[in-house]
Antibody
Framework: QITLKESGPTLVKPTQTLTLTCSFSGFSLSTSGVGVGWIRQPPGKALEWLARIYWDDDKRYSPSLKSRLTIIKDTSKNQVVLTMTNMDPVDTATYYC??????????WGQGTLVTVSS | DIQMTQSPSTLSASVGDRVTITCRAS??????LAWYQQKPGKAPNLLIYKASTLEGGVPSRFSGSGSGTEFTLTISSLQPDDFATYYCQQYNSYVWTFGQGTKVEIK
C-alpha cells in the first residue's frame, strides 16, 4: 500500500525559504519508472504543478518557479524534499506531494497548508 | 508552456444526468492526459490517464476520450458522490500543466 505524507512549517514569513518533506512508503524511488512530484493549490484556486523527480534523479520544474525551487530525493529515507526560496504571500497554498507514474499522479498525500505572512 | 483550458468552469446538473467536461490544450499533447476528481478539503483522486484508461477502482460511469488538443470527461449517470471539482492534466512535455478546474454542482 502506497502512502505519502507532507511535512513542514505551517507558517513562513515573506522572503524566507520553505522546506517541505514528502515521506512515503510502499514504493522505492530507486525503481525504474517511479517518480514523486509536488503540486500546490492556493485557497479556492486550481492545482499548479511545481516539480518532480524520477528514480534516475531526473528533475523538472515549473518554468515560472524554476529559479526558486529545488527538489531532491533521499532514497534511503524514502523522502523527497522541496525547497522554495523567497516566499511571498501569494505562495500561500496547500502543498501536495504525489506518486508519479510516468507523468500522471496516481496517489497523493493529504496535503499541508502553508501560510506566508509576517 | 502548454496551456489547458477546461469548459465549463461550473456545471449545474441533477442526479442521473449525463455530464460532459471538455479540456483543450494549446498544442497537441497526444494521448498524454489525465483527469482527477477533487472534493472539498481533500487531495485529488486520479480517474483516468492516457486520455481514456480508467484507473483501477474508478466506477465505469466515468469515461474519457480525445487526443491531440481536445479531450472530454463524461459521467454517464451523475451520482450524489460525483459532485466535486474535476481537473485535467497534460503530461506530454517535460513541463506538466493542469486545467483550471470544472466544478460540478447540484442543480
Amino acid at each position: 500500500q502506497i502512502t505519502l505524507k507532507e511535512s513542514g512549517p505551517t507558517l513562513v514569513k515573506p522572503t524566507q525559504t520553505l522546506t517541505l518533506t514528502c515521506s512515503f512508503s510502499g514504493f522505492s524511488l530507486s525503481t525504474s519508472g517511479v517518480g514523486v512530484g509536488w503540486i500546490r493549490q492556493p485557497p479556492g484556486k486550481a492545482l499548479e504543478w511545481l516539480a518532480r523527480i524520477y528514480w534516475d534523479d531526473d528533475k523538472r520544474y515549473s518554468p515560472s518557479l524554476k529559479s526558486r525551487l529545488t527538489i531532491i530525493k533521499d532514497t534511503s529515507k524514502n523522502q523527497v524534499v522541496l525547497t522554495m526560496t523567497n516566499m511571498d504571500p501569494v505562495d500561500t497554498a496547500t502543498y501536495y506531494c504525489a506518486h508519479n507514474r510516468r507523468g500522471f499522479f496516481d496517489l497523493w498525500g493529504q496535503g499541508t497548508l502553508v501560510t506566508v505572512s509576517s | 508552456d502548454i496551456q489547458m483550458t477546461q469548459s465549463p468552469s461550473t456545471l449545474s446538473a441533477s442526479v442521473g444526468d449525463r455530464v460532459t467536461i471538455t479540456c483543450r490544450a494549446s498544442q497537441s499533447v497526444g494521448f498524454w492526459l489525465a483527469w482527477y476528481q477533487q472534493k472539498p478539503g481533500k487531495a485529488p483522486n486520479l480517474l483516468i490517464y492516457k486520455a481514456s484508461t480508467l484507473e483501477g477502482g474508478v466506477p465505469s460511469r466515468f469515461s474519457g476520450s480525445g487526443s491531440g488538443t481536445e479531450f472530454t470527461l463524461t459521467i454517464s449517470s451523475l451520482q450524489p458522490d460525483d459532485f466535486a471539482t474535476y481537473y485535467c492534466q497534460q503530461y506530454n512535455s517535460y513541463v506538466w500543466t493542469f486545467g483550471q478546474g470544472t466544478k460540478v454542482e447540484i442543480k
